[in-house]
């Protein structure tokens, strides 16, 4: 039996040696996609980087893994295309899908039962972890979210496989596919660490899904290109400097690691303590990173999109004071506020699983205030974000807020 992995990615190294790790024991070769999509290729040049091949920490951690590898790089058209070709280049019998974010906990003796079975593919038990001993679970279910994980290649196309996959399309769209018999149990938990990325990394993430999400319908704060499909992301460079967006970008929900759970329950991991223990460093990592990332909110100005959400990851007591003093926290605004309204985003280990709590916010002729005081912390909760609306007098929908002291 061989059995190649394939990676899709493109810059996203925070949690990829660890990754790797989990899955290296049960691959005979690794095949890297490496590279971003051609719609943002010349926004990402722009912004300096290179659309066709990671940087250098991505090839780190690969080269860490230990495993036969190919690099294929690219630029490629959409997932699609570039899940495909990963999927295609594999030697292997058996494919194993690999993710950046991804932590495998393999079920050996349930992973021999499904090669000994003949079925076409394996799923895994994909939940979101929230923090170390919680995970984000299904409504009204005791089963966890399952996806793919292994396929078999003889059974199993390039094209048909995508059909098995959690994929983010927007504006494209996937074939109709047979979907090929799945092997009954679970051959694996992933602790899926998608909100755990730091700001280096998760930045990249917030880009893709505002840029996907705009090329279906466009991008509503700049009115030239509002209500129409972004076609190439540069177009935004005609309104606004490249590396002013992606600024921006750090204040993105997706940077600040909250999740909806949509009334969804939120419960305790079923890994061990002792597994959970290679878990426990990227949660810190992930801290300290947000702890950073507030001192520098008041060591220099962040650009902001207004009339876009700000959120800001205040889970830890250190990031909270790192911008709140005597209770409350300043942003000096570029140009006056015409409005502004806060809340605090609770997740929390019971009914009803989140919480969202108004926050009281003073204008003021430079900036906001806005009085954490006010808010009664929920008794035990796992995460805290604070989502900030702000529209200026200014029309111009890139401006600049920085933390003073209150």
Same mark, same amino acid.
């Given at each position: 039996?061989?059995?190649?992995?394939?990676?899709?990615?493109?810059?996203?190294?925070?949690?990829?040696?660890?990754?790797?790790?989990?899955?290296?024991?049960?691959?005979?070769?690794?095949?890297?996609?490496?590279?971003?999509?051609?719609?943002? &290729?010349?926004?990402?040049?722009?912004?300096?980087?290179?659309?066709?091949?990671?940087?250098?920490?991505?090839?780190?951690?690969?080269?860490? &893994?230990?495993?036969?590898?190919?690099?294929?790089?690219?630029?490629?058209?959409?997932?699609?295309? +570039?899940?495909?070709?990963?999927?295609?280049?594999?030697? !292997?019998?058996?494919?194993?899908?690999?993710?950046?974010?991804?932590?495998?906990?393999?079920?050996?003796? +349930?992973?021999?039962?499904?090669?000994?079975?003949?079925?076409?593919?394996?799923?895994?038990?994909?939940?979101?972890?929230?923090?170390?001993?919680?995970?984000?679970?299904?409504?009204?279910?005791?089963?966890?979210?399952?996806?793919?994980?292994?396929?078999?290649?003889?059974?199993?196309?390039?094209?048909?496989?995508?059909?098995?996959?959690?994929?983010?399309?927007?504006?494209?769209?996937?074939?109709?596919?047979?979907?090929?018999?799945?092997?009954?149990?679970?051959?694996?938990?992933?602790?899926?660490?998608?909100?755990?990325?730091?700001?280096?990394?998760?930045?990249?993430?917030?880009?893709?899904?505002?840029?996907?999400?705009?090329?279906?319908?466009?991008?509503?704060?700049?009115?030239?290109?509002?209500?129409?499909?972004?076609?190439?992301?540069?177009?935004?460079?005609?309104?606004?400097?490249?590396?002013?967006?992606?600024?921006?970008?750090?204040?993105?929900?997706?940077?600040? !690691?909250?999740?909806?759970?949509?009334?969804?329950?939120?419960?305790?991991?079923?890994?061990?303590?002792?597994?959970?223990?290679?878990?426990?460093?990227?949660?810190?990592?992930?801290?300290?990173?947000?702890?950073?990332?507030?001192?520098?909110?008041?060591?220099?100005?962040?650009?902001?999109?207004?009339?876009?959400?700000?959120?800001?990851?205040?889970? !830890?007591?250190?990031?909270?004071?790192?911008?709140?003093?005597?209770?409350?926290?300043?942003?000096?605004?570029?140009?006056?506020?015409?409005?502004? +309204?806060?809340?605090?985003?609770?997740?929390?280990?019971?009914?009803?699983?989140?919480?969202?709590?108004?926050?009281?916010?003073?204008?003021?002729?430079?900036?906001?205030?806005?009085?954490?005081?006010?808010?009664?912390?929920?008794?035990?909760?796992?995460?805290?974000?604070?989502?900030?609306?702000?529209?200026?007098?200014?029309?111009?929908?890139?401006?600049?807020?920085?933390?003073?002291?209150?």
């Amino acid at each position: 039996m061989r059995v190649s992995g394939y990676l899709s990615i493109y810059n996203d190294w925070d949690l990829l040696a660890p990754a790797l790790r989990s899955a290296a024991p049960y691959l005979d070769e690794l095949v890297v996609v490496d590279g971003a999509y051609s719609w943002m &290729a010349e926004l990402l040049r722009q912004m300096g980087r290179r659309p066709e091949r990671s940087e250098q920490p991505v090839r780190d951690a690969i080269a860490a &893994a230990g495993l036969p590898v190919r690099i294929i790089e690219s630029v490629w058209a959409n997932e699609l295309e +570039k899940r495909r070709a990963g999927y295609e280049a594999c030697c !292997g019998r058996y494919v194993l899908r690999l993710d950046a974010d991804e932590i495998l906990f393999v079920d050996e003796p +349930k992973l021999e039962r499904f090669l000994a079975s003949g079925a076409a593919v394996a799923e895994m038990e994909m939940p979101t972890y929230i923090v170390p001993g919680f995970i984000h679970g299904s409504p009204d279910s005791a089963e966890l979210p399952r996806q793919a994980l292994l396929f078999d290649r003889t059974q199993v196309s390039a094209e048909e496989h995508l059909s098995h996959l959690w994929l983010v399309l927007t504006a494209d769209r996937l074939a109709p596919a047979e979907r090929r018999p799945v092997f009954p149990d679970p051959i694996a938990f992933n602790a899926h660490l998608t909100t755990w990325r730091t700001p280096r990394t998760a930045v990249q993430r917030a880009l893709f899904y505002s840029l996907n999400w705009s090329r279906q319908h466009g991008v509503a704060w700049i009115e030239a290109l509002r209500g129409r499909p972004l076609t190439d992301a540069a177009a935004l460079t005609q309104h606004i400097p490249a590396a002013a967006f992606l600024e921006a970008m750090l204040s993105h929900r997706l940077v600040s !690691g909250h999740v909806d759970t949509a009334g969804e329950p939120i419960r305790g991991t079923p890994l061990s303590p002792v597994q959970e223990e290679v878990l426990l460093p990227l949660h810190a990592q992930y801290e300290q990173s947000h702890l950073a990332l507030n001192r520098r909110l008041r060591e220099r100005p962040r650009r902001m999109i207004q009339t876009e959400p700000i959120c800001l990851d205040l889970s !830890g007591r250190a990031s909270l004071e790192a911008l709140a003093s005597s209770g409350a926290i300043s942003l000096d605004l570029f140009h006056r506020p015409r409005r502004a +309204k806060a809340e605090l985003r609770f997740m929390l280990p019971y009914p009803p699983w989140q919480a969202r709590q108004p926050v009281p916010v003073t204008l003021r002729a430079s900036g906001i205030r806005i009085d954490l005081s006010a808010v009664a912390e929920p008794e035990g909760f796992l995460r805290r974000v604070l989502v900030l609306d702000v529209s200026l007098e200014s029309a111009y929908p890139i401006q600049t807020m920085q933390c003073v002291g209150s």
